[in-house]
Each structure stands twice: as structure tokens, then as C-alpha cells.
């Protein structure tokens, strides 16, 4: 028994928040923000839309395609650092909105890893036997602990949702490895200083700006680019593939150049990497799932195909996963 996905879904805001909108706020313009990342747009929530608004139309979506009702769900993972609320999880708030009452629900973080992370667990617990059918969401509204006024990270981020229905599945499709990693002693490289048990909310996180992300961007972008190749060919090596089994890499789109990069070091030709961040920028733990349903709406995926998720972030977080489709 594994898990095998049998739907997908997207929800991305509709407003939607150019380079040149970004240049209005801080000293950046469209030509540098495409060379150094590739990103052209992204989408950003409106007043009154939360993770968890995101995380139910990307559900719904989902189900849809699956053919499953919320009350056969076993489990819901959402993986998330955008919370609606620090508790309760986010998961319980989808749950609650498309009344799945019979699933237990719970948050992953993993930062950027954290759907794969999510997808990882959900695939262990039905091969345990205890879940036959996992929603797994991946969905953040980053543009509320983004800091508008920094030009080294504001220009990355966007928000929106991705999300997969896995079942249970005895045949010869679905997840086969996974590789989950993580290295804390790297925290402070990228983070989100308050609130929380060491800030909690007062007028020094006001005043020093600590409800917003920190990031060393040229560090990050070295780690990502080493640590997605190990993952990628680890997962490879375990299921006795090679990289020139590779079907399609969807990789998590943070920055066009770390993409190419892992493309190249894999040998991979442009056509078998899917790339959407040039619409949607860096999304953290929606943007595997989100890319994965636009490349399974649009006819990338093909039955039997050998399909391969590679993430890095924060943590330091990194995880691949391989599957056939
Ligand atoms: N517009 C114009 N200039 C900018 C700028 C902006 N938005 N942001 C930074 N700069 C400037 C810097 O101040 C620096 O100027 P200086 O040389 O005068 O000091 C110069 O551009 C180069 O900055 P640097 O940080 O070296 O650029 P970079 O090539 O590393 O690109 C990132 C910056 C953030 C795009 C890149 O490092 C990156 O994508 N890193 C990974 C981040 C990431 O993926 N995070 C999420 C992980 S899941």
C-alpha cells in the first residue's frame, strides 16, 4: 500500500502585484528583479482573505477532482508559516470549512519543505494502515510578514494555496521514496522573529520590525542550490532511478537562477522542469502543489510518468520526493 494522488487543487488571490507596483515602494526596478529572480508578478491577499481562505478553495478543488466528500477524509495536513492564528491549526479551519468532521487535522512547519514534508507524512500514514484517504495542503499569505519597505526579500514573496487529495493504492502508481532533511543550525539564515514565545507582541517588535521576515538571500541561495541536488539524486538513487528517468521536476520556485541551476546539475532539459514563479514569485509551501496543478490542468502529467518534487527552506528545511503519476 502507498499513497497515490488522485486530485489536485489551486487557489491564488486575484489581485495581482507587479514589478512596477514593487518599484512604487522601494528602490527596485522590474529589469533587476527579473535577472536576479525571474520573477515578473505575484499574487497578494486582499483585506478579509487568510491562509485558510486559500487552503479551502484549493481543497475543494482538489476533492473535486478526486471524486472524494470531505467526511471520507481521514487526515488533513496543511503545511504552512502563514497561519490564520498561532492556534488553532489552520488544517482544523479547513476542516471545519468543508466539514470533513471525520479527519484529524494538523499543521507541518517546514517553512518551503513543508509540503513535501506534509505529502511525506500523509504517505507514511497510509502506509502504516491507519489513513486511506489525506488532504494535503500547502498555503501561506506571506505578504503579512513581508516587509514592504525591504528590497532584499520583499520582492520575492506572493500568496496563494496548492493542495492534493492522496488515497490509499496497491497498484503501481503513487508516491515510491521520500527524503526529508533539516539543518537547525542554520535557523537565523531565514526566520520570522515575532511573535512568538521569545517576542512576544509588544512595542519593541513594533519598533524594531520584528513581526517581519529575516533572510541572508545570498547564503540561502547557496545552500538551496546544493542541498536540492542531494535531495533530488538521494530520492532517485533509493527507487534505482537516474536522473534521465526524470519525466517532469517540479521544483519550489524561489528563484528562477536556483532552478536552473539544479536543472543543470541533473542534467535535465528546460521542458522537464516546471517553472511558474515568473506569475506567482516564491509562495513557501504552496508552491509545489500550485505548480503541480497547473502542470497536471494543463496536460504535463501523463499516466506512468516519473515525477520528481524538490524543496529547500527555511529551517534549514530540504526534502524531495519521487512518484509515478
Ligand atoms: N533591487 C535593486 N537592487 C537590489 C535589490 C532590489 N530589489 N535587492 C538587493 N539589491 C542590491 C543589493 O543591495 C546589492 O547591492 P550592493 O552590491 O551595492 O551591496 C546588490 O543588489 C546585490 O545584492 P545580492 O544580495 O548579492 O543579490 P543576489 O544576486 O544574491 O540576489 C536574491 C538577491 C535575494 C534575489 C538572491 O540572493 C536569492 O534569491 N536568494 C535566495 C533567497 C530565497 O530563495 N529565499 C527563500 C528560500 S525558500
Known amino acids: ?51 485558510s481562505t486559500f487552503a479551502t478553495r484549493a481543497a475543494l478543488n482538489a476533492l473535486q477532482m478526486a471524486g472524494v466528500t470531505p467526511e471520507e477524509l481521514d487526515m488533513i495536513i496543511v503545511a504552512t508559516v502563514t497561519p490564520d492564528f498561532q492556534f488553532p491549526s489552520t488544517a482544523c479551519l479547513v476542516q471545519s470549512n468543508i466539514k470533513a468532521q471525520n479527519a484529524a487535522a494538523f499543521d507541518v512547519s517546514a ?21 486511506r484517504k489525506a488532504l494535503v495542503i500547502g498555503a501561506e499569505v506571506l505578504s503579512r510578514i513581508v516587509d514592504w519597505s525591504d528590497r532584499n526579500s520583499c520582492i520575492l514573496f506572493g500568496d496563494g494555496a496548492g493542495a492534493v487529495v492522496v488515497e ?11 527524503m526529508l532533511k533539516s539543518d537547525g543550525s542554520y535557523w537565523d539564515l531565514l526566520y520570522l522573529p515575532a ?36 535531495a533530488a539524486n538521494q530520492v532517485l538513487t533509493a527507487g534505482g532511478y ?3 528517468d526524470i ?20 542534467g535535465l532539459p528546460d521542458e522537464k522542469v516546471y517553472v511558474n514563479l515568473d506569475r506567482f514569485g516564491n ?25 520528481l518534487l524538490d524543496s529547500f527552506g527555511g529551517g534549514l528545511t530540504w526534502a524531495a520526493m519521487s512518484m509515478i503519476w
Open 1 to 51: 500500500m502507498r499513497g497515490r494522488v488522485t486530485g489536485t487543487g489551486s487557489a491564488v488571490p486575484e489581485k495581482v502585484l507587479t514589478n512596477f507596483d514593487i518599484k512604487k515602494l522601494v528602490d527596485t526596478s522590474d529589469e533587476w528583479i527579473v535577472t536576479r529572480s525571474g520573477i515578473k508578478e505575484r499574487r497578494i491577499a486582499s483585506e478579509g482573505e487568510f491562509t
Open 111 to 131: 517553512a518551503c519543505s513543508g509540503f513535501i514534508y506534509a505529502l511525506s507524512t500523509a504517505d507514511k500514514f497510509i502506509r502504516s494502515g491507519a489513513v
Open 168 to 178: 490509499a493504492d496497491s497498484g503501481d502508481k503513487g508516491i515510491l521514496d521520500s
Open 195 to 230: 511573535p512568538g514565545s521569545r517576542n512576544p507582541a509588544s512595542q519593541k517588535v513594533l519598533d524594531e520590525r520584528l513581526m517581519y521576515l529575516r533572510m541572508q538571500g545570498n547564503d540561502v541561495f547557496k545552500l538551496a542550490v546544493r542541498a536540492m541536488e542531494e
Open 242 to 244: 537516474s536522473c534521465d
Open 247 to 266: 519525466d517532469l521536476l517540479v521544483p519550489h520556485q524561489a528563484n528562477k537562477r536556483i532552478i536552473d541551476a539544479i536543472g543543470k546539475r541533473l
Open 283 to 307: 509562495t513557501s509551501a504552496a508552491s509545489i502543489p500550485i505548480a503541480l496543478d497547473e502542470a497536471n490542468r494543463t496536460g504535463r502529467l501523463h499516466s506512468g510518468n516519473l515525477l
